[in-house]
């Protein structure tokens, strides 16, 4: 079972250019969470969605943007990436919203904005 | 609004040594707790949770966590540790009704 799938593992681009990080899970699971993880800060949510068709802000919403089209796919934009948005991006899923799920990580994309 | 603080950003510590990792949170209701272990190049994995019941928990590779509510807090421990528990472990706590809050991380390296 492949669980949560990210896409890139890694990507450099260049401050200005928009991007789109792909998350795809297979467990049919309802709930998916984008974070971003920082030296130092941990993990911080970013966006959220309970169920397909509906998404929620996190902790740190500012410059990105989700969709939630179907139940197994949360893409995460930035739409002008600037430079402190350099981070390692996590995809996580759980069975459902709330915090009594176990929530399952994806492998991380690594960004650099230059 | 609810908070996590680990103690302890960098532990390091020789193989056999005894662990305690200090988690204490801030939320005055109920609540939900979770370690997650993130080893080296890996994703997060959950190692254990904490729902009610016992407050005393036990995880996966001889982990165990304690839920004392009058100090707010969720210490991680394991009796022995080995080189391949060389990871960053995480501190999460939930209400009933609310996203998970991660804690900052505690690096934890094993010295062979």
């Known amino acids: 079972t492949a669980g949560i799938t990210q896409a890139p593992t890694s990507q450099i681009l260049a401050a200005g250019r928009s991007m789109t990080l792909r998350c795809t899970q297979d467990?049919?699971?309802?709930?998916m969470y984008w974070y971003r993880q920082d030296l130092g800060l941990g993990l911080r949510l970013i966006h959220y969605?309970?169920?397909?068709?509906?998404?929620g802000k996190g902790e740190v919403p500012d410059g990105y943007s989700v969709s939630r089209a179907n139940t197994d796919d949360f893409p995460l934009t930035l739409a002008s990436a600037v430079p402190s948005q350099t981070s390692v991006y996590f995809c996580?899923?759980?069975?459902?919203?709330?915090?009594?799920?176990?929530?399952?990580f994806g492998p991380g994309t690594r960004l650099t904005v230059l | 609004a609810q908070s996590v603080s680990q103690h302890n950003h960098h532990v390091i510590l020789s193989e056999a040594a005894s662990l305690e990792l200090g988690c204490n949170y801030s939320?005055?209701?109920?609540?939900?707790l979770f370690w997650y272990v993130q080893y080296p190049g890996q994703h997060l994995q959950l190692l254990l949770k904490?729902?009610?019941?016992?407050?005393l928990v036990k995880g996966i590779k001889g982990f165990e966590a304690e839920f004392i509510k009058s100090k707010f807090s969720f210490n991680l421990r394991k009796p022995s540790v080995q080189w391949s528990d060389t990871a960053e472990y995480f501190c999460?706590?939930?209400?009933?009704?609310?996203?998970?809050?991660f804690g900052k991380g505690t690096r934890l390296h094993i010295l062979p």
């Open positions: 999460a706590v939930a209400n009933r009704d609310d996203k998970i809050i």
């Open positions: 467990m049919r699971h309802n709930a």
């Open positions: 904490y729902f009610s019941g016992d407050p």
């Open positions: 996580a899923s759980s069975a459902a919203g709330g915090s009594y799920n176990e929530q399952f």
């Open positions: 969605s309970n169920t397909a068709g509906t998404t």
């Open positions: 939320y005055g209701g109920t609540v939900n």
